[in-house]
């Protein structure tokens, strides 16, 4: 694994995201209490003996160039390294990146110097446990240009990935990126090709494109030059490399693997890590860790509590409330009297002073954390959010969207999403 170089794609905006990226990129948004995103697919790097990865990114990269400082620090005696590469202007290009391709293009200069014989092309916001080892193999043993890592999927969300078809030897003969209507039915093929039994194969009848790609040096860099206008990987590199004859294979991946970017996609991805008795990812793999930034805070404090089916990040300290089915980020603090269902608390960055709590008793500001008698219930409170007394954060109307910016939320598929550092005052119904 030692001529395999890792690049990750930070992605752009992160619309679909919003408001959890208003203030950090994509790879930045916290996870399961403790983690963010851009942990994910570094760990499988360094569980897969690659140390070599870059992080290409342009938006609101301050909090992830920091996460990823702070965590992945490898021996002076390697040549391992993470590092962010942050979209710049040169001479030569004097725009931000246009896509997954130009963003790669636009660090070509950098990433040649390295002798690598192959590019892994990750991406920063999915949750999958995988040994690229055997992708990278895989790669090796069939002489391919190009090889996708590929799921079976169902009619359902087959028009949100790039779609393929292949033939007996895995070779891809028909590329179509997140077609719809007639388009998207020419892309039903006979999955059992996968492996899949003929019931699996009628439930799974697409073969979808994961967005990790491994490409030969040589390939990756002809394509990128030849084709300059050419701006994502997936709708014009790789289906003009299956046009021109190159070899483009799919490697099959049987594990979990989730898409988490969306807010929805995000939300029951992380509720799905409390279930018993196995959640369909765990974090308690001793054979290939997730790693993240060691924090060094005290154990969490619960005083006369009652939690059930839920996740409870380290520092936080509860009094006298119920959560049920929740996940609770770092530094949480919950007061007496409060109940919390099937939401994800992302916590704080810093526990305030004990004097600063103390004099908020006597005037109108909000603590940080949930303060006493509140209810939430389905939603995302992202961190350092000050939620005042008798506060109801329930979606009473059931209302699927709607933007509250100047109010500190928002709601996005029924999920209410309060801001980072937002202030809901005491008494607020949402």
């Given at each position: 694994?030692?001529?395999?170089?890792?690049?990750?794609?930070?992605?752009?905006?992160?619309?679909?995201?919003?408001?959890?990226?208003?203030?950090?990129?994509?790879?930045?948004?916290?996870?399961?209490?403790?983690?963010?995103?851009?942990?994910?697919?570094?760990?499988?790097?360094?569980?897969?003996?690659?140390?070599?990865?870059?992080?290409?990114?342009?938006?609101?990269?301050?909090?992830?160039?920091?996460?990823?400082?702070?965590?992945?620090?490898?021996?002076?005696?390697?040549?391992?390294?993470?590092?962010?590469?942050?979209?710049?202007?040169?001479?030569?290009?004097?725009?931000?990146?246009?896509?997954?391709?130009?963003?790669?293009?636009?660090?070509?200069?950098?990433?040649e110097e390295w002798d690598a014989e192959e590019y892994l092309i990750l991406s920063g916001d999915h949750l999958y446990r995988m040994d690229y080892r055997e992708f990278v193999q895989r790669h090796r043993e069939t002489g391919a240009d190009i090889t996708l890592s590929v799921i079976p999927i169902d009619d359902r969300r087959a028009s949100d990935f790039g779609l393929m078809k292949i033939d007996q030897s895995g070779r891809v003969i028909d590329f179509s990126e997140k077609p719809k209507g007639d388009a998207l039915?020419?892309?039903?093929?006979?999955?059992?090709?996968?492996?899949?039994?003929?019931?699996?194969?009628?439930?799974?009848?697409?073969?979808?494109?994961?967005?990790?790609?491994?490409?030969?040096?040589?390939?990756?860099?002809?394509?990128?030059?030849?084709?300059?206008?050419?701006?994502?990987?997936?709708?014009?590199?790789?289906?003009?490399?299956?046009?021109?004859?190159?070899?483009?294979?799919?490697?099959?991946?049987?594990?979990?693997?989730?898409?988490?970017?969306?807010?929805?996609?995000?939300?029951?991805?992380?509720?799905?890590?409390?279930?018993?008795?196995?959640?369909?990812?765990?974090?308690?793999?001793?054979?290939?860790?997730?790693?993240?930034?060691?924090?060094?805070?005290?154990?969490?404090?619960?005083?006369?509590?009652?939690?059930?089916?839920?996740?409870?990040?380290?520092?936080?300290?509860?009094?006298?409330?119920?959560?049920?089915?929740?996940?609770?980020?770092?530094?949480?603090?919950?007061?007496?009297?409060?109940?919390?269902?099937?939401?994800?608390?992302?916590?704080?960055?810093?526990?305030?002073?004990?004097?600063?709590?103390?004099?908020?008793?006597?005037?109108?500001?909000?603590?940080?954390?949930?303060?006493?008698?509140?209810?939430?219930?389905?939603?995302?409170?992202?961190?350092?959010?000050?939620?005042?007394?008798?506060?109801?954060?329930?979606?009473?109307?059931?209302?699927?969207?709607?933007?509250?910016?100047?109010?500190?939320?928002?709601?996005?598929?029924?999920?209410?999403?309060?801001?980072?550092?937002?202030?809901?005052?005491?008494?607020?119904?949402?």
């Amino acid at each position: 694994m030692k001529k395999v170089l890792a690049i990750i794609l930070g992605g752009g905006a992160g619309t679909r995201l919003y408001p959890l990226t208003k203030l950090r990129a994509k790879p930045a948004v916290p996870v399961a209490g403790k983690y963010r995103l851009i942990d994910i697919p570094v760990s499988n790097c360094i569980n897969s003996e690659i140390f070599k990865i870059y992080v290409l990114t342009q938006f609101n990269s301050a909090s992830l160039n920091r996460h990823i400082a702070r965590a992945y620090n490898f021996s002076g005696f390697s040549e391992g390294f993470v590092e962010v590469l942050a979209a710049q202007q040169t001479p030569e290009n004097p725009n931000w990146f246009q896509g997954t391709a130009d963003a790669v293009r636009q660090y070509i200069w950098l990433l040649e110097e390295w002798d690598a014989e192959e590019y892994l092309i990750l991406s920063g916001d999915h949750l999958y446990r995988m040994d690229y080892r055997e992708f990278v193999q895989r790669h090796r043993e069939t002489g391919a240009d190009i090889t996708l890592s590929v799921i079976p999927i169902d009619d359902r969300r087959a028009s949100d990935f790039g779609l393929m078809k292949i033939d007996q030897s895995g070779r891809v003969i028909d590329f179509s990126e997140k077609p719809k209507g007639d388009a998207l039915a020419k892309m039903r093929v006979d999955t059992t090709v996968l492996g899949l039994s003929p019931e699996q194969a009628q439930l799974q009848p697409y073969i979808a494109s994961m967005g990790i790609y491994v490409f030969k040096k040589e390939v990756l860099i002809k394509l990128l030059r030849e084709s300059l206008e050419s701006t994502d990987f997936g709708k014009e590199i790789i289906p003009d490399a299956a046009a021109k004859d190159y070899n483009v294979q799919a490697y099959l991946f049987n594990g979990y693997w989730e898409d988490i970017g969306t807010i929805e996609a995000f939300y029951d991805a992380n509720l799905a890590l409390t279930e018993q008795p196995q959640p369909p990812f765990s974090f308690y793999d001793e054979q290939a860790p997730i790693y993240t930034r060691a924090r060094y805070l005290p154990p969490t404090k619960m005083l006369d509590c009652k939690i059930t089916q839920s996740l409870i990040g380290e520092g936080c300290i509860l009094k006298n409330c119920r959560i049920e089915h929740s996940v609770l980020g770092v530094r949480s603090r919950v007061e007496s009297g409060t109940i919390i269902e099937d939401s994800l608390i992302m916590g704080a960055d810093f526990y305030q002073p004990a004097v600063e709590r103390q004099c908020n008793l006597f005037s109108d500001e909000v603590a940080v954390g949930i303060c006493a008698d509140t209810i939430i219930r389905r939603a995302i409170i992202d961190k350092n959010a000050r939620i005042g007394q008798n506060v109801k954060i329930i979606n009473k109307d059931n209302v699927q969207e709607a933007d509250r910016e100047s109010q500190g939320f928002y709601i996005r598929s029924g999920i209410v999403v309060v801001l980072k550092n937002a202030v809901i005052p005491d008494g607020t119904i949402i």
